[in-house]
């Protein structure tokens, strides 16, 4: 089924259309959600929720083309991650700014180019709950720090140097992984 007649009919309330849409769409989206979870579990969770936020809300999409419904699912289902963060007040729970530096070392491509995407993944999902949040919102949904602060209710000093721990702890992580497997 084409992606546009798929959110037709799930609009309509279609629930062999809402399956089909489940079963092409969830590893995606868990991977979104595991990407701010850190856990499996809750990742789970929060993907159930987002699903069932996406078959209530197509009302709200508007079909712009190939991929516009995976682009829609995506921006709920970070939504839905976001408001459990917030709800539960993750962006409080601050690793000590002296864990991890200022300054770091990018790793050269060619060593993360080596390693696994589901290790690059893991490494991510082992970041402290408020460096894992920015850097997602910063490198993947391509938000500004002026963005971010407003999404976490935070200033825009903590998200850029949130951002540059988490590259650092990751820059750690990648030449540590690339050391001990080369």
């Known amino acids: 089924m084409e992606e546009q007649d798929l959110a037709e009919r799930c609009g309509q309330g279609d629930n062999l259309a809402r399956k089909e849409l489940y079963e ?8 979104v959600c595991l990407r701010y979870a850190g856990n499996r579990e809750t ?10 936020k996406i078959f209530y809300s197509f ?3 508007t079909w ?20 459990y963060l917030r709800k539960n ?7 000590e700014v002296s864990d991890f530096p200022d ?19 893991q490494f ?19 938000k500004s720090h002026k963005e971010i ?9 903590s998200s850029a140097s949130q951002l540059v721990r988490a590259k650092a702890a990751l820059a750690a992580k990648v030449k540590a992984w690339v050391k001990e497997n080369a």
């Open 59 to 61: 009302d709200k999409f």
């Open 103 to 121: 300054m770091y070392d990018e790793p050269d491509s060619s060593m993360v180019d080596v390693i696994p995407e589901s290790v690059l993944l």
């Open 124 to 142: 991510v999902r082992e970041l402290p709950t408020g460096y894992r949040t920015v850097f997602n919102l910063y490198i993947f949904e391509g």
């Open 64 to 83: 712009r083309g190939d991929g516009s419904l995976r682009a829609w699912m995506e921006r709920i289902m970070v939504n839905t991650v976001l408001q």
């Open 149 to 157: 602060a407003q999404v976490l209710g935070i200033n825009e000093k």
């Open 43 to 52: 990742a789970e969770d929060l993907m159930h929720d987002g699903f069932l």
């Open 89 to 95: 007040d993750v962006m409080n729970q601050l690793v």
């Open 24 to 31: 092409r769409y969830a590893g995606r989206m868990l991977t």
